[in-house]
């Protein structure tokens, strides 16, 4: 008996015809999952580590509050003195009520400034808080 | 003349350089996004009340953990003097002790600071007392289902609330006081 080779009658090669789609759909899941929020930050900071941490879950809700190692204190894309913070959160607050306020503070800051953001903040009524910290390994 | 209609080939414009129109796009999103998850240690500020409202309700001392970190770094729980890393030891067993109590008799625990008080020894400090309720939490899950609370997503809505009732995490920051000038 002889054996014959078999061979396929179609011409060798990958079709890219449907690439242009696959890379379609991951650029969609890219576009949306991407958070188009940079800011330009003022302050240098260093964040503290801790252990029992959580993950904000829901990006759209955070808003910064950044405390830098001089003491200032930066709201989005400005520097705001501490008897600005109130009416800049209730704003905030109002037109997002579960507004959460994650704040950077430098490990370095003494408490006294982290508890007048916190009086400022009660007083704004935005209640739910997260001081960003770093995993420790 | 005569003009002649050109003959024309199929109108088709050529998809080869979609692929890579695409790839641009997709590489532009893949660079301006930032995957990297905030993480923090999430904490409810009590609500404001004007300090000639404020009424300090009396707390048992059995269900009370007063925790107070002053300027220079040492710190007390309930009076006596502690290091950190043995806040949550400390803490955990008091907070197993009062799984089965009502509502009313959960342990609170109280951080008190100094206004020269370090930041990153507070975050240390809170990151003992949220670590002690998060490892209680997780000891009741793996009791009772078998489960650990951290893949949340395995819990039942049932289950993490039983969890938040059994053990509520209560910390109190302690109202800033008065400084008369």
Known sequence: ?????????????????????????????????????????????????AKAIEKIENKRLVSYLYVGKSGRIQIDDNIVQLKDIQNIMYKKRVALPPLIVSLRVDKSAKMGEVTDIQQALRKADALRINYSARRKE | MLIKKKNRQGGEFSTASM?????????????????????????????????????????SKDRLAAISVNSNGDVLLNKKIIAIPQIKENLTGRIRSKIDLPKKKKLVVSIKTDRQTNYDLYIRTLDQVKGAFFEVRDEYALNHWGKKTHSSDQLTKEQMQELKDKIPIIISIAEPEQINK
């Open chain 2, 19 to 59: 692929a890579d129109i695409t790839f641009l796009l997709l590489l532009f999103f893949l660079v301006s996004t930032n995957i990297d998850v905030d993480t923090g240690i999430g904490l409810a500020l009590p609500q404001y009340v004007p300090p000639e409202e404020q009424n300090f309700a009396p707390i």
């Open chain 1, 1 to 49: 008996m002889t054996f014959e080779k078999k061979r396929a009658n179609t011409s060798p090669g990958i079709p890219t015809a449907s690439m242009p789609d696959i890379i379609f759909m991951l650029l969609l899941f890219f576009m949306v999952a991407t958070t188009l929020r940079e800011q330009d930050i003022f302050v240098k900071f260093t964040l503290p580590e």
